[in-house]
């Protein structure tokens, strides 16, 4: 379904200048529960599709700690709806200013109740994981499937720390967050507030691929369900001396310098000149 949420100019200059923007809801609350159905199945190892993920840590039924799951959208078709809707690509192609997107990856992500430190992601900039790519265009959405507030550890984002340059402090699993706030001021020289993206469900936060993020444990006792679809520009291209963080993106790369990302590991979302290039919609749940 098409909507006209699009964020404003006002609301481009907001991400521009804070490396993040929150969108109002995008989904409503039934698909919202058709959504955290399919979710949880995936959570639980139940592969619609036989495909199995591109990885996933803990292992399947496993939620006593953070679970997190890439390519998410490969085990389900309504999984894959939700992660290759044109309005998410739509969105980021006009905060990122380009013409085109396409997945580069999904993580599923679920923070359960009570999580204690189990639940904490360490501060990082998802770019320090992405250097093959040859720009810094790249962005996340970032998909409530439920609310999810301070309690139950939402997101938080240092507004502004995308013209921070590569802090070289790339540790999604650390759990000592308070450590790390120490190093990055003390790098930074610049004291590290963070802004928590609140979201009501149906709500999805952008952020630049430089934005420093995390998050803290969920002290709730709700769980904290969400995807996080990470995006590249449509002709993004492969930057084969580049060094990154081990990451699953690593089995990611191409296999020549100066590749384009596309073809069915990049699916497109949105293309400007071309509204018939998402062809993921017309799969059916
Ligand atoms: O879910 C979180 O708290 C952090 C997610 C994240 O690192 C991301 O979406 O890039």
Redesign the pocket.
Known sequence: MERNDLPSAKDITFYQQNGYWLSPKLFDDKELEVFRNHHAAVVAGQYETKRPPLNREPDAGDVSRLVQINNAYWTDATIARLVLHPTIGKIAARLAGVKGIRLWHD?L?Y?PPQSGKAGN?GW?Q?RGYWLWLDNENAL?A?VALDDVDEEN????VVPGSHRWGLLGEDH?YQQDIEQQTKRIEEKTGQPFKTQPCVLPAGCVSF?HCLTV???RANVSDRP?I?I?I?LIPDGTRYKADAVSEDHTNNTLRQPNDGDTYAGPYFPVLFREDDPNANIWMSVKS
Do not use: N, P, V, Y
């Not at 550890?153 to 938080?156: D, P, S, W």
């Open positions: 993580q992500l923070k992601i990082h998802d996340t970032w550890g939402c997101m938080e999604f952020h993020h995390g998050s904290r969400s996080a990470h």
